[in-house]
């Protein structure tokens, strides 16, 4: 467990590693391209390893190289794990359902399980989808969930509704693999559409790689069958959920915090609308070509719609505790369905600490300001929520972090990079 020291101002300049979102992505076009593709500032962590080392299961030859990922490109052709075996993805909610399309393209049975908590987060959208595109996925224990057998017979093709209420990534699931579709693949979105910018992110992706999509909006995607992807040198941009901790550590300690690798004005990343919450909030931010500075001040509550950017939330959270007034974060019920239920998880670990927090169905409201104790938290099992206590405990001494190697999920340097931007920060 991890022992937090407070701190007075933080004052620190970070490169931050490179994207989970575009990391996963890029491995997968490039698996599925033809060629070689050398992918540099590949953020490897657990999520991106599960997907890796599910793509070398199913016959790419992918591996680490020196500060980059090599793959040489399936075009396609991928083969199946010896039968009955399984793929196994650990708590990775984004390799399952970016791979469930994936596998289909395999010519055989290829079985998608994880962790308890991934068994317990929902697919079936993403199932009833595919199969109106002519792909058979089955549950083998509680419908709608994995572990989930797919037979893989290749992708028909034609057209699916597909409902974005619980994750975009079902949308982006299918959009990475429609351009190996026998024929055009038309895609109607419906539903809560929720985490948007993440289709922004698959869309960019496939677009560097050399596939085109027609579009209107978030509602109506079109791929026309026959392109395929291409070999690329691409380097990944920073990962701005993870530079969202060192914004919001200057926040709530007055300091500032430079953050280099993150280009505010061309990212694709919907966590960058943090930074305009940060700003409502009383914070100064100054955006640059390749790097963001925040600086902090006297804090002040707001009300946030974070529905386009969930992964926000427990940092915002965190941040909110110090606020003049109350913080009010909506339209995020699908939270529920994350790493843990988010929102009960930070409800219940931040009344722990002494906060005063509503939950509500799909949001939080905050009351900043109330004086907080010291005790021994747990983001059961969520790196998000682990990131987040961290911010807390620059403001409040002796605090305690359980199971604080979960952030391995998406930032395994993570406690060695807060080490420099603390006082002290004691292992035991």
Wanted: hydrophobic letters at 40%; aromatic letters at 6%.
């Amino acid at each position: 467990m991890k022992e937090l020291k407070s701190t007075e101002k933080v004052n620190a300049r970070i490169r931050i590693p490179g994207s989970k979102s575009i990391s996963h992505r890029a491995a997968i076009a490039a698996a599925l391209g033809k060629g070689e593709s050398h992918i540099r500032n590949f953020l490897r962590c657990d999520d991106t390893i599960y997907t890796t080392e599910a793509l070398a299961r199913l016959g790419v030859d992918i591996s680490f190289g020196e500060g980059r990922l090599q793959v040489t490109g399936s075009a396609g052709d991928l083969c199946v794990p010896p039968a009955k075996e399984e793929i196994y993805l650990g708590n990775s909610g984004t390799s399952l359902r970016l791979l469930l399309s994936v596998a289909a393209l395999a010519r055989g049975n290829v079985i998608l399980t994880g962790s308890p908590r991934l068994n317990e987060r929902p697919i079936s959208d993403l199932i009833k989808a595919l199969a109106q595109l002519g792909v058979s996925a089955q549950s083998l224990g509680k419908p709608g969930f994995p572990p989930v057998l797919v037979r893989g017979e290749g992708i028909s093709g034609g057209g699916a509704t597909v409902d974005a209420t619980q994750s975009s990534q079902f949308v982006s699931s299918i959009l990475l693999c429609a351009p190996y579709a026998q024929r055009d693949v038309e895609i109607e979105v419906t539903g809560d559409r929720v985490s948007l910018p993440y289709i922004d992110l698959t869309l960019d992706v496939m677009e560097r790689f050399g596939v085109s999509v027609e579009r209107k909006g978030y509602k109506y995607f079109r791929i026309p069958a026959g392109q395929r992807y291409t070999g690329q040198d691409l380097t990944i941009e920073g990962d701005v959920s993870s530079a969202s901790y060192f914004w919001a550590a200057a926040a709530v300690t007055g300091g500032q915090v430079i953050t280099e690798n993150i280009y505010p004005y061309s990212t694709r990343q919907g966590d960058i609308g943090f930074l305009n919450l940060l700003e409502e909030m009383g914070c100064q931010v100054k955006r640059e070509k390749d790097q963001v500075t925040v600086r902090g001040a006297h804090l002040r509550a707001i009300e946030a719609d974070l529905s386009q950017m969930p992964d926000m939330v427990p940092t915002l959270a965190a941040v909110s505790l110090f606020a003049e007034g109350r913080t009010s974060i909506r339209n995020v019920a699908h939270l529920r369905h994350k790493e843990s239920d988010r929102l009960h998880t930070i409800a219940t670990q931040w009344k722990l600490l002494g906060g005063r927090v509503d939950e509500l169905e799909d949001g939080l409201v905050i009351h900043g300001g109330y004086p907080l104790k010291p005790e021994a938290t747990d983001p059961h099992d969520d790196h998000r929520l682990a990131m987040s206590l961290a911010v807390i405990g620059l403001k409040l001494p002796d605090m305690v972090i359980k199971n604080q190697s979960c952030v391995n999920k998406s930032y395994p340097g993570f406690w060695i990079t807060w080490n420099r931007i603390c006082s002290e920060l004691l292992e035991r």
